[in-house]
Nanobody, 129 residues
């Protein structure tokens, strides 16, 4: 059984930084897609940063709202995905979820929550002074 466990959320002031971690257990994703989604109160869950591996083409993808501020990376040995978040803004406040797909998704399907097979429990990120 696959488990995704997020950590690293918390309260930070505007302009600050946080690093989220998502540790996967239960299987090794030799080829796949993982990503970070977020959900603010009374809003839909949306993708913010996605990473693919074992295939051609661009491997990291970012929502316009976080480009240049967030960086997604993966440690294949630790089976862990990270989200480095810099220059945080109040509008980044949300519950952040880690997700994983069993396969390397094509670009047109990357951003859809229904294409991900596993989800973490979520970690709260609050950006406030």
């Amino acid at each position: 059984q696959v488990q995704l466990v997020e950590s690293g959320g918390g309260l930070v002031q505007p302009g600050g930084s946080l690093r989220l971690s998502c540790a996967a257990s239960g299987r090794t994703f030799s080829s796949g897609t993982m990503g970070w989604f977020r959900q603010a109160p009374e809003k839909e869950r949306v993708a913010v940063a996605l990473i693919r591996w074992s295939g051609g083409g661009k491997n990291t993808h970012y929502a316009d709202a976080v480009k240049g501020r967030f960086t997604i990376s993966r440690d294949s040995v630790k089976n862990t995905v990270y989200l480095q978040m810099n220059n945080l803004k109040p509008e980044d406040t949300a519950v952040y979820y880690c997700a994983a797909a069993n396969s390397r998704l094509i670009v047109s399907t990357l951003w859809l929550t229904e294409n991900y097979d596993y989800w973490g429990q979520g970690t709260q990120v609050t950006v406030s002074s």
